[in-house]
């Protein structure tokens, strides 16, 4: 055990794990967190809590990391790379362990050009499998200068994500690997909204044994209508949506009902794939059908170990 949290208990001891994510407010409104909180309490093992996501300024992933706790929920909070240098980085570590978080999502971030401050400057003084490096060091008790921390290291569990549907869609299993060398020990990947390029991804995955390295868990964004299926086929980079999700969202009565349908099928079958180690469950601006999707989903109550 590297950390103890209740994500790498669940899936070091086998079973099936489950995370949520929690968007931190464009405010210090702490009660926004909160009531998520409260709402989504028991249905996931963990929760990840998003760092300035689309290069928005919003409440801080470690800030409201602390609001998770306090409400007894477990936080996976968010670090990239584009608004920090590694000293910064580092110290974030270090305060987010002290405060009790155990689980770490390192990324890229996105360009500050879509945010609400297009003109500011990135840092991107490391990359991310560069942070996954970093703070696989921080673990063993080595700042990335080499320096030998004199006291507690802290105890995390290092996360990544991939995104199996960007091309060169070979290279998308080599940068996994990259991680997972740097020291990655789970993954979240995109929302799958194409299973068949998903299922082809999984094939090269576990062509080189990744699977047994680090744990998947599978992306599951439900959709709520099928102009939003749409927009992310037609303009959002490195997302692929099949002509076959548009089309059952097209011709159904109720929209919404068939995009929480089809999420719970995407889970059924990931659930019999070799290799998934669980679901990330992206409910953008829909969290409260979370708990619906679990239960249906056989998800529900979850183990405890």
Same mark, same amino acid.
């Given at each position: 055990?590297?950390?103890?949290?209740?994500?790498?208990?669940?899936?070091?001891?086998?079973?099936?794990?489950?995370?949520?994510?929690?968007?931190?407010?464009?405010?210090?409104?702490?009660?926004? %967190?909160?009531?998520?909180?409260?709402?989504?309490?028991?249905?996931?093992?963990?929760?990840?809590?998003?760092?300035?996501?689309?290069?928005?300024?919003?409440?801080?992933?470690?800030?409201?990391?602390?609001?998770?706790?306090?409400?007894?929920?477990?936080?996976?909070?968010?670090? %990239?790379?584009?608004?920090?240098?590694?000293?910064?980085?580092?110290?974030?570590?270090?305060?987010?362990?002290?405060?009790?978080?155990?689980?770490?999502?390192?990324?890229?971030?996105?360009?500050?050009?879509?945010?609400?401050?297009?003109?500011?400057?990135?840092?991107?003084?490391?990359?991310?499998?560069?942070?996954?490096?970093?703070?696989?060091?921080?673990?063993?008790?080595?700042?990335?200068?080499?320096?030998?921390?004199?006291?507690?290291?802290?105890?995390?569990?290092?996360?990544?994500?991939?995104?199996?549907?960007?091309?060169?869609?070979?290279?998308?299993?080599?940068?996994?690997?990259?991680? +997972?060398?740097?020291? +990655?020990?789970?993954?979240?990947?995109?929302?799958?909204?194409?299973?068949?390029?998903?299922?082809?991804?999984?094939?090269?995955?576990?062509?080189?044994?990744?699977?047994?390295?680090?744990?998947?868990?599978?992306?599951?964004?439900?959709?709520?209508?099928?102009?939003?299926?749409?927009?992310?086929?037609?303009?959002?980079?490195?997302?692929?949506?099949?002509?076959?999700?548009?089309?059952?969202?097209?011709?159904?009565?109720?929209?919404?009902?068939?995009?929480?349908?089809? +999420?719970?099928?995407?889970?059924?079958?990931?659930?019999?794939?070799?290799?998934?180690?669980?679901?990330?469950?992206?409910?953008?601006?829909?969290?409260?059908?979370?708990?619906?999707?679990?239960?249906? +989903?056989?998800?529900?109550?979850?183990?405890? %170990?």
């Amino acid at each position: 055990m590297k950390a103890g949290s209740n994500l790498e208990k669940m899936m070091e001891s086998g079973n099936f794990a489950v995370t949520g994510e929690i968007g931190p407010p464009k405010s210090c409104n702490g009660e926004i %967190v909160r009531h998520h909180a409260k709402m989504l309490k028991g249905w996931c093992e963990s929760f990840n809590l998003t760092d300035n996501q689309t290069a928005i300024v919003r409440l801080s992933s470690i800030g409201a990391g602390q609001l998770l706790l306090e409400e007894g929920l477990e936080p996976n909070i968010q670090i %990239v790379c584009r608004d920090r240098n590694r000293i910064a980085i580092q110290s974030d570590v270090l305060g987010a362990s002290a405060l009790g978080m155990k689980n770490i999502l390192c990324l890229s971030g996105d360009h500050q050009k879509f945010g609400n401050h297009p003109t500011s400057k990135n840092v991107y003084d490391v990359d991310s499998i560069q942070l996954i490096k970093i703070l696989d060091g921080m673990r063993n008790g080595y700042f990335a200068n080499g320096e030998e921390m004199k006291d507690e290291p802290p105890k995390i569990y290092i996360g990544c994500a991939a995104n199996p549907f960007a091309d060169p869609f070979e290279f998308r299993v080599t940068r996994l690997e990259k991680k +997972a060398d740097a020291g +990655a020990d789970f993954c979240q990947t995109q929302c799958i909204l194409d299973m068949e390029r998903f299922e082809k991804w999984m094939e090269l995955v576990r062509a080189r044994g990744l699977h047994k390295r680090i744990k998947i868990l599978g992306g599951i964004t439900p959709m709520k209508s099928v102009k939003a299926a749409r927009y992310m086929k037609k303009f959002v980079a490195g997302m692929m949506v099949s002509d076959d999700l548009i089309e059952r969202l097209d011709k159904a009565e109720d929209v919404k009902a068939e995009g929480v349908q089809i +999420a719970i099928e995407q889970i059924e079958h990931l659930k019999k794939m070799e290799g998934i180690a669980g679901v990330h469950i992206m409910a953008i601006a829909w969290e409260e059908i979370v708990p619906e999707i679990c239960k249906r +989903a056989g998800l529900a109550p979850r183990p405890q %170990v």
